[in-house]
């Protein structure tokens, strides 16, 4: 099983900076597709961004340019770098772990809300 730690979410104004963490406690970190996902209050859930154990990555249209997904192996440890905010980037981000040898062991992090100002 893997425990998700999440930590950076913060008030900021528009065109701030976060820098988001997700710190995976389990093990076999490598095997795991990694994903950062955002809701707000009435919208649908959706894909920010994803990356593979190989450094490959992924993002929602409304985020490419401005967002950066890492993921350091060493540390068990994927962030999210996000610049240029914009108040509909406010939203709760949760982190995501999918085994790929196992796609049914899916986990959640808690949730770490973003809230941008105008």
């Known amino acids: 099983q893997v425990e998700l730690a999440e930590s950076g979410g913060d008030l900021v104004q528009s065109g701030g900076s976060l820098r988001l963490s997700c710190a995976a406690l389990g093990y076999d970190f490598s095997v795991y597709y990694m994903t950062w996902h955002r809701q707000a209050p009435g919208k649908q859930r959706e894909l920010v961004a994803g990356?593979?154990?190989?450094?490959?990555?992924t993002y929602a249209d409304s985020v490419k340019g401005r967002f950066t997904i890492s993921r350091d192996n060493l540390k068990n440890t994927i962030y999210l770098q996000m610049n240029s905010l914009k108040p509909d980037d406010t939203a709760v981000y949760h982190c995501?772990?999918?085994?790929?040898?196992?796609?049914?062991?899916?986990?959640w992090g808690q949730g770490t809300q973003v809230t941008v100002s105008s």
């Open positions: 990356i593979t154990a190989g450094g490959s990555t």
């Open positions: 995501n772990a999918v085994n790929l040898r196992d796609p049914l062991k899916e986990y």
